[in-house]
């Protein structure tokens, strides 16, 4: 989501499943989250391959590289929703959801 400019997010950009499995496996699977990947990976103590076992999971001084971002992206507030979901028998069980406000400045 967006923030317009008046406070209000509006404009969903993103919305998909995909499989963690495979976006840890595959370096060519969904190029953009792969970006975020790496990115949080480096600050985290996630897993880098699957299986993911239950352990309790942090993110500490993230700090993302402009550079690997492409040059024309606009300044922009904006969020991401991620919840993370697991097959139980043939349901989907809600591990864990996340709000993540991010905030983009060109230096210009």
Do not use: W
């Amino acid at each position: 989501m967006v923030d317009s400019g008046n406070g209000l997010y509006d404009m969903e950009y993103l919305n998909r499943t995909i499989s963690v499995c495979r976006l840890l496996s595959d370096s060519k699977y969904e190029p953009f989250l792969q970006l975020i990947v790496r990115t949080t990976l480096s600050a985290s103590n996630f897993p880098k391959k699957c299986p993911i076992g239950k352990k309790m999971f942090f993110v500490r001084n993230l700090k993302p590289n402009p550079e690997d971002f492409p040059p024309v992206l606009p300044d922009k507030k904006l969020y991401f929703t991620i919840r993370l979901l697991s097959k139980d028998h043939r349901e989907l069980k809600s591990l864990l959801a996340y709000k993540i406000y991010v905030e983009i400045k060109n230096k210009i």
